[in-house]
């Protein structure tokens, strides 16, 4: 199934597609390698414009494109980064929500369910509509993993809700931990640069 064939059912058809990625024979590098780090790429694109178009807006140079551009590669590898951990942490939780230990069956869960975020992602730059568009593409990642799971990692129906719960808080302080300290790391030695440099040339 092609790239765009699966990104369209999991979004309009995710109950009968859910089913088909069970039976499917993948391995983890094919999952990223041919669909999450493809996808992944559309919310960056989507910063890029979005820092663009804000500091045209105002009327203001920015931070520069150097910086826009780093910040989005950066972005997009601590996500696919946080993205491979969440596989992990979703198979070790899949037996206490009596699902079974299946590396490659969380991964699929995690993977497919990053779907309609990537996608909303493009459009993170339309003032308003992005953040509507953002919000409920979280929710409806939510309600694939939810899918995701009863159909991957066999979680029983009654107790995916607690499995999708506890796996989104875990993803949530996971990505604003790292990233936040990568952030932080990022703009410390763009000031210690730019510091080296006046101390240089004052």
């Given at each position: 199934?092609?790239l765009i064939?699966?990104?369209?059912?999991?979004?309009?058809?995710?109950?009968?597609?859910?089913p088909k990625?069970d039976g499917?024979?993948?391995?983890?590098?094919?999952l990223f390698?041919?669909y999450?780090?493809?996808?992944a790429i559309?919310?960056?694109?989507g910063?890029?414009?979005s820092?663009v178009?804000?500091?045209?807006?105002?009327?203001?140079?920015?931070?520069?494109?150097?910086?826009?551009?780093?910040s989005?590669?950066?972005?997009?590898?601590?996500?696919?980064?946080v993205l491979?951990?969440?596989?992990?942490v979703?198979?070790?939780l899949a037996p206490?929500?009596d699902g079974?230990?299946?590396q490659?069956a969380?991964?699929k869960?995690?993977?497919?369910s990053g779907?309609?975020?990537w996608?909303?992602?493009?459009?993170?730059?339309i003032?308003i509509l992005?953040?509507?568009l953002?919000l409920?593409a979280?929710?409806?990642?939510?309600?694939?993993?939810?899918l995701?799971?009863?159909?991957?990692?066999?979680?029983p129906q009654d107790?995916?809700?607690?499995f999708?719960?506890v796996?989104?808080l875990?993803?949530?302080v996971?990505y604003?931990?790292?990233?936040?300290?990568?952030?932080a790391m990022?703009?410390?030695?763009m000031f210690?640069?730019?510091?080296?440099?006046?101390a240089?040339y004052g």
């Amino acid at each position: 199934m092609s790239l765009i064939d699966r990104a369209k059912n999991i979004l309009l058809s995710p109950q009968t597609e859910w089913p088909k990625v069970d039976g499917e024979t993948n391995t983890v590098g094919g999952l990223f390698t041919g669909y999450a780090m493809i996808l992944a790429i559309l919310p960056a694109i989507g910063s890029v414009i979005s820092s663009v178009a804000i500091s045209g807006a105002l009327g203001v140079p920015g931070l520069g494109m150097g910086f826009v551009l780093v910040s989005a590669v950066v972005s997009y590898v601590i996500s696919l980064g946080v993205l491979y951990l969440m596989g992990i942490v979703a198979n070790a939780l899949a037996p206490s929500f009596d699902g079974k230990k299946d590396q490659l069956a969380a991964m699929k869960t995690v993977v497919y369910s990053g779907t309609p975020i990537w996608v909303a992602g493009l459009l993170s730059w339309i003032p308003i509509l992005g953040w509507l568009l953002a919000l409920a593409a979280f929710g409806y990642a939510g309600y694939q993993i939810y899918l995701g799971s009863q159909a991957t990692s066999k979680v029983p129906q009654d107790k995916a809700v607690g499995f999708t719960i506890v796996l989104i808080l875990i993803w949530i302080v996971t990505y604003l931990v790292i990233s936040g300290i990568i952030t932080a790391m990022l703009i410390g030695s763009m000031f210690t640069g730019a510091m080296g440099a006046a101390a240089l040339y004052g």
